[in-house]
T-cell receptor, first 110, second 116 residues
Framework: DTAVSQTPKYLVTQMGNDKSIKCEQN?????MYWYKQDSKKFLKIMFS???????INETVPNRFSPKSPDKAHLNLHINSLELGDSAVYFC?????????FGPGTRLTVT | AQSVTQLGSHVSVSEGALVLLRCNYS??????LFWYVQYPNQGLQLLLK??????LVKGINGFEAEFKKSETSFHLTKPSAHMSDAAEYFC??????????????FGTGTRLLVSP
């Protein structure tokens, strides 16, 4: 019974393509997030949703668009992929001071 | 604004030796502090956290950390390293939160290498 799950685990695509990553949590948490981990392992928050409402939108290119169809799901759609988008993307959810991370999606843009 | 500095991108220890991973933070408000571990090709797992109360916190896998306000530090320790402790460790800070919403700011990580 995975708490935070992401699909796909690996994603290899060419520049210019559009791709989506899906995330689901079964913890009943109200808040979900997308984090980006670059090649140097640096983690930075991209977006946060609380009860389907966007509450954090860091300085992220508008090619990235999060969508939260319900409290348990937060998807990330990326348009016109660029080489610099290659990274590991982590979904997370939290309730109070407990944040749980998904296994990550490794995106490689060629 | 909050920030975290992890001293040493790599720390090497022998199996059975003391593990000490350093973390210093900057925060204009009383912080919540966290240590996460990331094993290769996996997500982040919470090791321990400090929110309020006792400044020495114990976590999973025998790790503990002490919040020292005067030193703005939250160093992670383990008395005796195991080979299975080899991983990337991240310190993180957030402002105190009463709701589920957190804005974690992570350090750059420290890779722990354990040799036999």
């Amino acid at each position: 019974d995975t708490a935070v799950s992401q699909t796909p685990k690996y994603l290899v695509t060419q520049m210019g393509n559009d791709k989506s990553i899906k995330c689901e949590q079964n913890l009943g948490h109200d808040t979900m997030y997308w984090y980006k981990q670059d090649s140097k392992k640096f983690l930075k928050i991209m977006f946060s949703y609380n009860n389907k409402e966007l509450i954090i939108n860091e300085t992220v290119p508008n090619r990235f668009s999060p969508k939260s169809p319900d409290k348990a799901h937060l998807n990330l759609h990326i348009n016109s992929l660029e080489l610099g988008d290659s990274a590991v993307y982590f979904c997370a959810s939290s309730q109070y001071s407990e944040m749980r991370f998904g296994p990550g999606t490794r995106l490689t843009v060629t | 604004a909050q920030s975290v500095t992890q001293l040493g991108s790599h720390v090497s220890v022998s199996e059975g030796a003391l593990v000490l991973l350093r973390c210093n933070y900057s925060s204009s408000v009383p912080p919540y502090l966290f240590w996460y571990v990331q094993y290769p090709n996996q997500g982040l797992q919470l090791l321990l956290k400090y929110t309020t109360g006792a400044t020495l916190v114990k976590g999973i896998n025998g790790f503990e950390a002490e919040f020292k306000k005067s030193e703005t530090s939250f160093h992670l320790t383990k008395p005796s390293a195991h080979m299975s402790d080899a991983a990337e460790y991240f310190c993180a800070v957030s402002p105190p939160m009463d709701t589920g919403f957190q804005k974690l700011v992570f350090g750059t990580g420290t890779r722990l290498l354990v040799s036999p």
